[in-house]
């Protein structure tokens, strides 16, 4: 199933947001869960809950050995004051010795790609991709007014597949990427070819 569906059937993106070929089988999906929903019995038979944790109880305690339930029954164990704060005293001592990780291979991996687009016609542009699991999450700027649309994002070294969403309702391939990708959809992706400065 394709994500973007995936993600409407979850709630998490509106139906104006899907292209028009996802939109007529989201309503296909509508409908069907309108129907499950209508011949579902309105609720579980007063009590089932009691049964059902009683039943499981029962089964439990018949399946393990005496030793096994002498073995799992919850206790309390007491624990001094001064022993906690001895642990916590030791764990700062530790975290300061040794130093918190500044950065991280993560934030170092990343690398700012630059994404343009003409649109001089648009109110709003996101950039949606496999890196955002296509979700309109990173909204371009038209900061002078001249209907090009940009922005700078961080992405991971590797090969992605991206998009832009006009106004929240079209999808647009970029025109000027180096390569596309069949979306299987009748539409591309724009593909992303990114590096590290080092060529790794």
Same mark, same amino acid.
């Given at each position: 199933?394709? =994500?973007?569906?995936? =993600?409407?059937?979850?709630?998490?993106?509106?139906?104006?947001a899907l292209p028009a070929e996802l939109r007529a089988q989201a309503t296909e999906w509508d409908g069907l869960l309108g129907e499950i929903r209508a011949a579902s019995p309105a609720g579980a038979p007063p009590g089932l809950d009691t049964r059902v944790v009683?039943?499981?109880?029962? =089964?439990?305690?018949?399946?393990?050995?005496?030793?096994?339930?002498?073995?799992?029954?919850?206790r309390m164990i007491p624990v001094p004051?001064? @022993?906690?704060?001895?642990?916590? @005293?030791?764990?700062?001592?530790?975290?300061?010795?040794?130093?918190?990780?500044? #950065?991280?291979?993560?934030?170092?991996?990343?690398?700012?790609?630059?994404?343009?687009?003409?649109?001089p016609a648009a109110e709003t542009v996101h950039l949606v991709g496999d890196f955002t699991q296509w979700q309109p999450t990173v909204e371009l700027e038209?900061?002078?007014?001249? #209907?090009?649309? =940009?922005?700078?994002?961080?992405?991971?070294?590797?090969?992605h597949e991206y998009m832009f969403v006009i106004d929240g309702a079209d999808w647009v391939t970029d025109p000027n990427a180096a390569s596309y990708q069949d979306d299987g959809f009748g539409q591309q992706n724009a593909i992303v070819a990114v590096s590290t400065l080092n060529g790794t």
């Open positions: 199933m394709d =994500s973007r569906l995936q =993600s409407y059937l979850d709630g998490d993106l509106p139906l104006e009683a039943a499981v109880e029962a =089964s439990r305690a018949d399946s393990r050995p005496p030793w096994l339930a002498w073995l799992l029954r919850p004051p001064a @022993a906690v704060l001895a642990a916590a @005293a030791a764990i700062v001592a530790v975290v300061s010795l040794v130093g918190l990780p500044r #950065g991280g291979a993560v934030d170092d991996a990343l690398v700012y790609v630059q994404f343009v687009v003409d649109a038209d900061v002078d007014g001249d #209907g090009v649309w =940009s922005g700078r994002v961080p992405l991971l070294p590797g090969v």
